[in-house]
C-alpha cells in the first residue's frame, strides 16, 4: 500500500513539474495577474522617480502598456508622477546651441536620443488626457531636429526603440507628415551602418559589423538585447503609422524578416542568448532580450502580419521562460543583463539580475500575451 501511494504521489509530482515547464498560464485573468505581480513588486520597492534618461523611460513604456491594459489608476499616477518630475523634458538644456547627439548623460545632450524616450511615454499620457506642456517639450526637440540637414541621429540599434515610436506618436498628435519623412531617412542611415540583409538582423551599432568585429569563434556577433529593441521598435512604428504611408510596406516586411531570424536562433529553453548566433560565447538565460522579442512577435501575432500557425511554438516556449525561470516568486524579474551594448563572456546574468527597463519589456510582453490568450 505504502508503494502505490508512493507511486502515486511521484507520478502526480511528476504532472505537477511537467506543467510548470510545459504550460504556461494562457488566460487573459492570468496574465494580468502577472502583470500586477511584477509591476507592484517594481513600484513599491522603487518609489522614487529618477531622471528621464532611456533606462527609466524604457519601463514606463511598458508601465503605460500596463495602464492601458488593465486600466489601474495607480499605474498612470506613478508615470504621470515621473513626468511631472522631469518637467516633461528629457535632457533640459534650453541653449540650442549647445545641443548634441552623441553619446552623453548631461542635459546638452537634448538630441541624444537616450534622452528623447521619454516622450513617447509624455505623447501617451497626453492622448489619455490632452495638454499641451505634455508634448511641448517634444514638440521643441523633435521639430529642432527635423530641421537640421543631419541624417545621422540614430547611429545605434537602441536608438530606433528611443526614438521612432515618438516619430509616429508625434505625428499621430500633430498630424505634421515631417515626423514620417524624416523617420524614414534617418531609419535609412541607420540600415546603411548597421543592418546585415543577409542575417535579417542589426548589429548594435558600426562597430560590430562582420567581419570587422566577430564572436571569438568567428561568428557573427548580434546583441539579443539590440535587436530586441528593433523589433520591438518596428512593432510600436506600425501600431501608429498610417495605412496610406508610402512607407508602410517597407516596414511591414522589415519587421517580418527580422521576426523570421529572431524566431531563429530561440534556444530550446524558450530565451534568447546574448549573443543571438554563438550561444557558446555568452551563455545563459537573458531576460530583456527575450522579453522584448516575445512582445514583438506576439504583437505581430496579434495584429495578423505574423502566422500564428509558425509561430506559437517560439512564443510557447518563449512565455513559458519568462513566467517560471525568468519571474521570481516574489514578483522580481531576475536574469536581466546589466546596462551595456554586448555580449560579454564570463558575465554573471542570475535571479537577482533585475533592471527597470527589463520590466519594462516584460510588461509589454505580458500585455500582448494577455491580448493573445483572449483572441
Known amino acids: 500500500m505504502k508503494k502505490i501511494l508512493v507511486l502515486s504521489f511521484c507520478f502526480f509530482l511528476f504532472i505537477g ?23 507592484n513588486y517594481w513600484q513599491t520597492n522603487n518609489p522614487k522617480h529618477g531622471d528621464a534618461f532611456w533606462h527609466r523611460a524604457a519601463y514606463h513604456t511598458g508601465n503605460m502598456e500596463a495602464y492601458k491594459l488593465t486600466q489601474k489608476p495607480e499605474y498612470l ?6 513626468a511631472e518630475h522631469n518637467e516633461w523634458k528629457g535632457a533640459k538644456s534650453d541653449n540650442k546651441e549647445e ?15 537616450d534622452w528623447q524616450t521619454c516622450f513617447q ?6 492622448q489619455i488626457e490632452p495638454a499641451e506642456h505634455k508634448i511641448a517639450r517634444a514638440r ?36 505634421n507628415e515631417l515626423y514620417l519623412d524624416k523617420m524614414y531617412e534617418y531609419l535609412q542611415f ?42 520591438a521598435a518596428f512593432a510600436r512604428v506600425l501600431e501608429d503609422l498610417p495605412e496610406t504611408n508610402a512607407h508602410r510596406d517597407f516596414y511591414i516586411e522589415r519587421f517580418q524578416t527580422i521576426a523570421q531570424a529572431v524566431a531563429a536562433s530561440q534556444q530550446p529553453e524558450g530565451y534568447w542568448t546574448r549573443s543571438m548566433l554563438d550561444p557558446e560565447f555568452a551563455p545563459g538565460p537573458e531576460t530583456s532580450g527575450t522579453a522584448f522579442f516575445t512582445y514583438g512577435i506576439v504583437w505581430g501575432v496579434n495584429n495578423g502580419l ?31 543583463q546589466p546596462i551595456g551594448e554586448k555580449a560579454i563572456h564570463g558575465q554573471v546574468v542570475d535571479a537577482n539580475s533585475q533592471a527597470d527597463f527589463g520590466v519594462g519589456a516584460f510588461l509589454l510582453a505580458a500585455c500582448e500575451m494577455a491580448r493573445y490568450a483572449g483572441r
Open 121 to 126: 511615454v509624455y505623447a501617451d499620457l497626453y
Open 140 to 175: 521643441e526637440v523633435m521639430e529642432y531636429e527635423m530641421s537640421t540637414p543631419n541624417n545621422d541621429y540614430w547611429w545605434w540599434a537602441d536608438g530606433l526603440y528611443m526614438v521612432m515610436p515618438v516619430m509616429t506618436r508625434m505625428h499621430k498628435i500633430t498630424k
Open 99 to 113: 545641443w548634441r547627439y552623441s553619446y552623453g548623460e548631461r542635459d546638452q545632450y537634448v538630441l541624444f536620443g
Open 77 to 82: 499616477t506613478f508615470s504621470e508622477a515621473w
Open 190 to 231: 541607420s540600415d546603411s551602418i548597421m543592418y546585415d540583409a543577409e542575417a535579417g538582423l542589426y548589429y548594435r551599432d558600426a562597430k560590430y559589423v562582420y567581419p570587422k568585429h566577430t564572436t571569438p569563434s568567428g561568428k557573427k556577433d548580434f546583441w539579443a538585447r539590440g535587436d530586441g529593441w528593433v523589433l
Open 306 to 336: 505574423l502566422d500564428e500557425a509558425e509561430y506559437k511554438p517560439v512564443i510557447d516556449k518563449a512565455w513559458n521562460y519568462l513566467v517560471t525561470v525568468a519571474l521570481q516568486e516574489d514578483g522580481k524579474l531576475g536574469y536581466v
Open 17 to 39: 513539474c511537467t506543467t510548470k515547464q510545459e504550460t504556461p498560464a494562457y488566460s487573459p485573468e492570468a496574465v494580468i495577474e502577472i502583470i500586477h505581480k511584477v509591476n
